[in-house]
């Protein structure tokens, strides 16, 4: 009787694999393929809860923004999203949606989120399409500012200083026209300053330039 039994096992597999072959092998890579992007999620973000996902509504995913209002964070160095965040939960930058939630973080969340979105890999801005002529004038007014003495060659960044390179247009242009009407303020007084002497015009040229380049250079 077990000779028969077990003699009989591989004809149901060889049957089964007749009749669903198919739907069998589909099911395998599909688990697989949950596998895999489970320990890749899991290595990019760590075991659950992910407090970062909270972030994809507005910075998109991995902090990569497709809304030229909203900030890409990926990238961004670690030191200046956590002054960032900072400073939102003091009051000395205020934003309706972001003051509100760091004001809930603590040091250790301030520290995860600009670690998290630190070393993504910040993508190019697909979403826009610079003018050419304000894209050239916003060039030279880059390069006679000295932009890249604080933000770095490529405009990508490094410490206190933000990567701009790639960032959305209405965001850019947004946070210029703060640092010209005083809005927003520089501890060091340099943006503020520097931006004031700027007409609307420059600052529109400055922004669409900045949109216009890859944060990967």
């Not at 009787?1 to 003699?7: C, N, S, T």
């Not at 890579?29 to 890749?40: I, M, N, P, V």
């Not at 301030?110 to 399409?129: G, V």
């Not at 946070?175 to 520097?194: C, W």
Request: net charge negative; proline share 5%; charged share 20%.
């Amino acid at each position: 009787m077990k000779k028969k039994i077990l003699i009989g096992i591989p004809a149901v597999l060889a049957l089964a694999l007749v009749f669903f072959g198919p739907e069998l092998v589909d099911l395998v890579r599909l688990q697989t393929y949950l596998t895999e992007s489970q320990e890749a999620y899991q290595d990019n973000k760590g075991e659950w809860p992910h407090l970062t996902d909270a972030c994809e509504g507005c910075h998109g995913r991995n902090g990569n923004s497709l809304h030229q209002g909203y900030p890409s964070l990926a990238g961004q160095p670690e030191s200046y999203l956590a002054t960032q965040l900072r400073q939102f939960a003091s009051g000395e930058r205020e934003n309706p949606n972001m003051s509100p939630l760091a004001m809930t973080m603590s040091e250790e969340e301030i520290q995860l989120y600009a670690e998290f979105f630190s070393r993504q890999t910040a993508k190019e801005n697909q979403f826009f399409d610079a003018d050419p002529e304000l894209q050239e004038q916003g060039e030279r007014l880059v390069e006679t500012g000295g932009c890249a003495g604080c933000h770095g060659a490529s405009l990508t960044g490094q410490g206190e200083f933000p990567l701009l390179a790639g960032q959305g247009y209405d965001y850019l242009l947004k946070q210029l026209d703060a640092f010209a009407s005083g809005e927003r303020k520089d501890a060091t007084g340099v943006m503020n300053s520097m931006v004031k002497s700027l007409s609307a015009d420059d600052r529109k040229a400055i922004a669409s330039y900045m949109a216009s380049l890859s944060p990967s250079h």
